[in-house]
C-alpha cells in the first residue's frame, strides 16, 4: 500500500448511508407546521458550523418545550423515512469488507443511537434484506451517546483515537461533510472527503484528500 495510515475512521451518514436528505425532510415537515420554510442550502451553510436548525422554532415564539415536541415529532419522522425509503450508498458493503482485510475501521457517528441501531438491525431492530453489513467489520462504533460534544467539536474523534490508543497521524477520517471535516482537522487528523450530492456545495479546502466515490478512496489507499 501506498499510504502510511493504519487505522480508518469513517463518518456515516452521507459516507456509508444515504440519509442525511431524510433528516433533513424531517426537521423541514415540522418547521412547517409553524410557516417555516427550510431552505436546503441554509440548512448547509448552518449545519457546517454545527448550527440548531430549532433556532427558527424559538425565533418564531415557541418555547423550550414545544422545541421538544417539535424534536421529538422530527425524531419520529426520521424513523418511518429510514424505513420506507432506500439509502444504500453503492458499494459501500464491498468497500468496508476490502479495507478491512488491510486497515482497523471504526464508525465516528453523529446519528442518535436508535437511528444507527434501526438502519443496521441492532439492539431489537430487525434485520432485513436492506440492512447493510458494515458494521461486522467494525472494530467499535461511536454513537451520539459516546460523547458529550458532537462535530464539528473535536470530540468524536479524539475519543476514537484513544479508543484505538494510536497517534492522530496513524488515521484518516472519511468524511462527506465540512462539519465532519472541521472536527477532523480539528483533532489534527487527516481527512479525506468523499463527494456526495448534498453536501458538496459545501467548502472541503481542509481535506487532505477529495474523492469522487468510496471505489476511488480504495484504489488510492489500497495502491
Not at 444504500?88 to 475501521?105: P, Q, W
Not at 467499535?140 to 475519543?159: A, G, N, T, W
Not at 477520517?173 to 487527516?190: K, T
Amino acid at each position: 500500500m501506498g499510504v502510511s495510515y493504519t487505522h480508518l475512521l469513517f463518518d456515516h451518514d452521507g459516507v456509508l448511508v444515504n440519509t442525511e436528505h431524510l433528516y433533513l425532510q424531517a426537521i423541514q415537515e415540522q418547521l412547517a407546521t409553524l410557516g417555516i420554510d427550510l431552505a436546503e442550502a441554509d440548512y448547509l451553510k448552518g449545519m457546517a458550523y454545527g448550527a440548531d436548525p430549532w433556532a427558527l422554532a424559538r425565533a418564531a415564539g415557541c418555547d423550550e418545550a414545544a422545541v421538544d415536541a417539535l424534536r421529538d415529532a422530527r425524531d419520529a419522522a426520521y424513523q418511518r423515512l429510514l424505513q420506507a425509503n432506500p439509502i444504500e450508498i453503492a458499494g459501500a458493503d464491498e468497500v468496508v469488507a476490502e479495507l478491512a482485510r488491510h486497515f482497523k475501521l471504526a464508525i465516528v457517528t453523529t446519528s442518535r443511537d436508535k437511528d444507527f441501531d434501526l438502519i443496521h438491525g441492532l439492539n431489537g431492530y430487525p434485520v432485513t434484506e436492506r440492512t447493510p453489513r458494515l458494521v461486522e467489520h467494525m472494530d467499535f462504533v461511536l454513537k451520539r451517546s459516546h460523547y458529550q460534544h458532537s462535530k464539528p467539536d473535536p470530540e468524536p474523534y479524539l475519543l476514537a483515537l484513544n479508543r484505538f490508543d494510536i497517534e492522530p497521524t496513524q488515521a484518516l477520517v472519511i468524511e462527506d461533510s465540512e462539519r465532519g471535516l472541521r472536527a477532523a482537522v480539528a483533532a489534527g487528523i487527516d481527512c479525506a472527503a468523499v463527494s456526495h450530492p448534498f453536501t458538496v456545495s459545501q467548502n472541503f479546502d481542509r481535506a487532505r484528500y477529495r474523492f469522487a466515490s468510496l471505489n476511488a478512496l480504495k484504489t488510492f489507499l489500497l495502491a
